[in-house]
């Protein structure tokens, strides 16, 4: 592959890159986190390998590709590839521990009780303006290239019922990622696994929509999710904007253009509507004295959505979006 290439830069005058190294500096240029770089300097080793082989090959051509260095027993090819081995794992142990912080961060997340929404798709289909759109994060700023979006993002949205959610913008998919890119990369899903909700964005202007929707399924079935946790995917068509005549055929899609903020109260109520039914949060109207510390109890505790007071009983009526664990724990303070 080396001499193809050197001979393909030497008649057309240019650099040349195969597909891999083309992902790669892709992937190096957008990288902004630590674990990033660290995710691209891994799966750039299995590159680098190959490379040296092809080096160490050529130089056997000439003769000189066998010699020891400095009497150490060890040929230029052992010990580069020893050199890689280490640099391998040093990089994995250091993505372990990021990994297990992670794991860290996400059982904070879970104690709080915050749901959780995957947004997922191919790259530059939309999925950070769409969250921008979702959350108000005026924060984001979505840039209209692949790979725009290389590092797991947490960022908190309401809900219409005023329900605090975390919606986790992930990597953008690309078709025909070489393996070893894959592998290195698979980590970036893996908070995909710990949500309540997954919205599956798609460019419904792309003229492989239809091979892409069948590729990011297909990738999240091998991810071994929960069935609930599939059942639970939303289907976003995004840029409906950009298509002439857009007709919506599929019922259970949710037609947007995240840019133009079409469609979007419809997609907060049906993410809603998901959550409530997957992290089996109960809508109660619960009768508060308010004497009592009960409604700032649940200011704190759960969700309120309204408040009907009673003023010649001294009570009101307090509809909460609340968990089941919660509900428990009020029943336990004020209802014993």
Known sequence: MRLVQKELESAWGVKVFDRYSVVLHIFRFNARTKEAKLQIALAEIPYLRSQLKNEVAHLDQQGGGSRYIMGSGETFMEVQQRLLKERELKIRGVLEKLRRKRQLLRTKRKRREFPIISVMGYTNCGKTTLIKALTGDSGLHPRNQLFATLDVTTHAGLMPSRLTVLYVDTIGFLSQLPHNLIESFSATL??????????????????????????????????????????????????????????????????????????????????????????????LTIQVDLAGPQLSWLYKEATVQGIDVLPEDGLANVRVIISSSAYGKYKKLFQP
Not at 242 to 253: F, I, K, R, W
């Open 190 to 283: 893996e908070d995909v696994t710990y949500s309540d909700v997954i919205v599956h964005v798609r460019d419904i202007s792309h003229p492989e929509s239809t091979n892409q929707k069948v590729n990011v399924l297909n990738v999240l079935q091998n991810l071994q999710l929960p069935t609930q946790l599939l059942d639970s995917i939303i289907e976003v068509h995004n840029k409906i904007d950009l298509v002439e005549g857009y007709q919506h055929t599929d019922p259970n899609a949710v037609a947007v253009s995240a840019l133009h903020g079409l469609g979007m109260q419809e997609l907060k109520e049906k993410i809603e509507e998901a959550v409530l039914q997957a992290t089996g949060k109960l809508i």
